[in-house]
């Protein structure tokens, strides 16, 4: 069986980080911890939650080709460190969650990559959860509405699109993917 690079990406608030928890519980993968020059949340730790960098090391990144992909999203840029990737790869499925526009190039990097998107039963849903999960003011909630559109319009460029309804029928569908592809 192959070991798989499975890139999961969607809007924000559709799911995806309640989704890895859950795909965690079942699988030993690894997830990469991304780079990023947005200041922390409350409560995330920097090297758990991300590497937080200032835009002049970020960038010393990109130029030494430390990174799988990279881009900018919604004024920061966010990128997966390459070393860590490869090296895992060797042993193990290894899990990035990421934006559409890394995403795919990330695919262009290592075609053998599987991309899913997680998209949201309706727009109202997504909103809700959102407004919900507290961590983004209404200014930013609606920034990130408005990607919304374009996001979706790169679902054709994935693999897979998987509808986050259910949380548990939404699991169960990415454990089927995993398992079909480690098979091919
Ligand atoms: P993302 O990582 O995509 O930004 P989160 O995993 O933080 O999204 O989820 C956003 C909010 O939606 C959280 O409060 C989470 O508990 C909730 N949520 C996730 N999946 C579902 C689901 N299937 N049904 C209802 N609420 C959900
Ligand atoms: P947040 O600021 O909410 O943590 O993340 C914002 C967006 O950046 C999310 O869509 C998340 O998936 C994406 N993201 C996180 N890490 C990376 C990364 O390494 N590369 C890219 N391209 N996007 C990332």
């Given at each position: 069986m192959r070991n798989l690079l499975i890139v999961l990406s969607g809007p924000s608030g559709v799911g995806k980080g309640t989704i890895v928890n859950e795909l965690k519980k079942i699988y030993d993968f690894a997830t990469s911890v991304s780079c990023t020059t947005r200041a922390p949340r409350e409560g995330e730790i920097d090297g758990k939650h991300y590497f937080f960098l200032s835009k002049e090391n970020f960038n010393s990144m990109i130029e030494r080709g430390e990174l799988l992909e990279y881009d900018n999203h919604f004024g920061n840029l966010y990128g997966t460190p390459k070393a860590f990737v490869e090296e895992k790869l060797k042993t193990q499925n290894v899990l990035l969650e990421i934006e559409v526009n890394g995403a795919l190039n990330a695919k262009k990097v290592y075609p053998a990559a599987v991309l899913i998107m997680i998209v949201p039963p309706s727009v109202e849903e997504l909103k809700a959860r959102l407004m919900g999960r507290g961590t983004e003011d209404e200014e930013k909630i609606a920034e990130r509405l408005k990607r919304l559109d374009y996001e979706l319009s790169?679902?054709?460029?994935?693999d897979y699109v998987v509808v986050n309804d259910n949380l548990h029928k939404a699991v169960t569908e990415i454990e089927n993917i995993i398992k079909a592809e480690r098979l091919k």
């Open positions: 790169k679902k054709d460029e994935y």
